[in-house]
C-alpha cells in the first residue's frame, strides 16, 4: 500500500456544482474538470468531455519556454514549441502521443494564446497502449480565470499547480474518483 502522502487525489464538487477539488499532501486546491463531470475511465471515449475516473501516474512535464522558466519538479520536463501538438485522432497511430505540426492527423495544437497549457502534465491514461476511441489528452493544466469546464482535463490555478509541481515524483498515484469526498 502506497503512503498516502504520495497520492494526489481528485474529487468532483457534490451536487450539481461542476469542478472538484485535488487533495494532496493536506492541501485543497479547486479545480475544474470535464464538462460532463467525471465518468469510471472504462465508459471513457473520445469527445464525450468527462474527465476518467481511475488510478493513474504522472508522466512527464511539458512548458511553454517563453512564459516559465525555472520549474521546481522533479518529474521529467520538455519545453514545447510552436509545432507542439498531441494526436487526437483515433484512426492514427500517433492516437493520444505528442506530436510535431503539422500532422497528417487530427491534432490538438499546444502553443496556445492563452494560457491553459503553459504547464502540462501529462498522465498514463490510455498511453499503455493507447486504444482509438478511449480518450486522449487528458492532462492536468492551468484553468481558465472562472475554472471553466475543460474537455476533460484537470485544470488548477497556476499558483497551485506550481505548489504541488515541487512535490510530485515517480511515486506518486494520482487517485481520480467518481464520486465526491466523504
Not at 25 to 35: E, I, Q
Amino acid at each position: 500500500m502506497k503512503n498516502t502522502e504520495h497520492i494526489l487525489r481528485v474529487f468532483p464538487n457534490p451536487g450539481p456544482e461542476p469542478g472538484g477539488l485535488v487533495q494532496f499532501r493536506g492541501k485543497s486546491y479547486p479545480c475544474a474538470l470535464g464538462k460532463a463531470g467525471i465518468r469510471p475511465g472504462s465508459l471513457k471515449s473520445e469527445g464525450d468531455h468527462s474527465t476518467p475516473s481511475g488510478l493513474f501516474f504522472p508522466k512527464r512535464l511539458l512548458f511553454r519556454p517563453d512564459r516559465i522558466t525555472n520549474i521546481d519538479c522533479p518529474l521529467c520536463q520538455a519545453p514545447l514549441t510552436p509545432k507542439s501538438g498531441w494526436c487526437d485522432d483515433p484512426a492514427s497511430p500517433d492516437y493520444n502521443r505528442l506530436v510535431a505540426l503539422p500532422h497528417a492527423a487530427r491534432c490538438e495544437t499546444l502553443w496556445r494564446d492563452d494560457h491553459v497549457y503553459d504547464l502540462i502534465l501529462t498522465i498514463s491514461h490510455n498511453d499503455r497502449p493507447a486504444v482509438p476511441g478511449k480518450g486522449s489528452a487528458i492532462f492536468f493544466h492551468i484553468a481558465k480565470e472562472n475554472f471553466s469546464p475543460t474537455e476533460g482535463c484537470v485544470a488548477l490555478e497556476e499558483k497551485d499547480f506550481l505548489e504541488i509541481l515541487k512535490a510530485l515524483s515517480q511515486e506518486t498515484l494520482i487517485r481520480i474518483h467518481h464520486n465526491h469526498r466523504p
